[in-house]
Each structure stands twice: as C-alpha cells, then as structure tokens.
C-alpha cells in the first residue's frame, strides 16, 4: 500500500474509533466519513463494509489478546491467568459499545470479516479454562463457547449506564461463578 493510502486508511481507522467509542458500533458509516473529512466513497473505498471497518479497527486488539492468552498459558496459576485474561476482555470490548453484539454474531457466521478474529479469541480463551480445569481450579461444565458468552454479557453490563457502577462487582460474581472454591475461598487444586 502506497504511504498516502496508508496515511489516509490510518486517519479513517482513527476518526472510526473515536466515533464508535462515543456512539457504538451502529454509527453512521456516513458520520465517520463527514467527521474524517472524506467522502462516503472514499470511507467505502477502503472499508466496503462496517464489518470489515471493525474488523480493521479490532484487528491488532484481537491479536494481542490472543497473544496474551498464549503468554498466560505458560505462566502464573491457571487460576489467576483465566480471571486476568478475562477481565482484559471485558475491559477492552466496553470500549466499543455494541462490538459484543456483532462479535457473537461473527462466531456462527462464516462470512462476517469478524469470523476468524473471534473464532482464534475464543479458542485462546478456551485454552485458558481447560488449563484452569485440568488443575482442578475451574469448573468443567463450562466451555469457550460459554466463557465468550461471559465476557459479552459482562461487556453489556459495562454498557449499561444504571449497571456500570456495578460492573466489576458483577465480574467478580461471575469469575468466582467459573471458579471452583474450597470452604476457605481459595481455588481448589
């Protein structure tokens, strides 16, 4: 890609971001365009769809939380890194109002840009909760399928301008929810 074209997918990513951090993922594809000061076409140009200028947007957070269940998976108690990978899930997909919706979607759906993304998070974060059942310290009724479902109910909590405030507390319900505890509260192992 010439550096001008660069330049200018860089700026539409930049100016995306911030309108959909302020009004979700259903803003207008033509507010972004007026907002990064270009035209509709120009907007359509680079990112013929608002899926693939999530996808676009989302691609290196998706990576590097994928990265970061790998780097987990090697260090600290099963325990601590499931909750810690978790809770860097539910913390970034707040970011983007809405992005739950569609990435839920994306899972069955084999033609949305967010398909691979979602699939390849989700299966980092599988890996994450069989390390932790393995070791006795999560419990095995529970799927990647049901922990992405987790982190998007959570991320909708986060949403929610009456449920906010109680949104980490939700968390930690929920966490201890996947956990398996002894009588003294630790994790079992």
Same mark, same amino acid.
């Given at each position: ?21 302020? *009004? ?5 594809? =033509? ?21 693939? &200028? ?18 987990? #998976? ?20 707040? #970011?983007?109002?809405? %992005? ?26 599988? =890996?994450?909760?069989?390390?932790? *059942? ?35 507390? &939700?968390? #930690? %319900? ?16």
């Amino acid at each position: 890609m010439r550096a001008d074209a660069r330049k200018n997918r860089d700026h539409l990513l930049a100016v995306a971001g911030a309108a959909i951090t302020e *009004q979700g993922v259903d803003v207008s594809l =033509r507010d972004i365009a007026r907002r990064a000061d270009v035209g509709l076409a120009t907007l359509l140009r680079h990112f013929p769809t608002r899926e693939a &200028l999530l996808e676009a947007l989302l691609h290196n957070r998706f990576e590097e939380l994928t990265r970061k269940a790998g780097e987990f #998976e090697t260090s600290g108690s099963p325990e601590d890194a499931l909750v810690s990978w978790l809770r860097d899930c539910v913390a970034w997909t707040t #970011e983007y109002r809405g %992005v739950t919706v569609l990435m839920a979607a994306a899972i069955d759906d084999t033609e949305s840009a967010l398909h691979a993304s979602c699939v390849t998070l989700r299966a980092a974060g599988a =890996r994450l909760l069989t390390r932790a *059942q393995e070791a006795g310290t999560a419990r095995s009724d529970v799927d990647g399928a049901d922990l992405f479902a987790l982190i998007a109910m959570l991320a909708w909590l986060g949403d929610q301008p009456s449920l906010a405030p109680r949104a980490d507390h &939700l968390f #930690e %319900v929920v966490a201890d929810a996947i956990l398996v505890r002894g009588a003294s509260g630790h994790a079992e192992g």
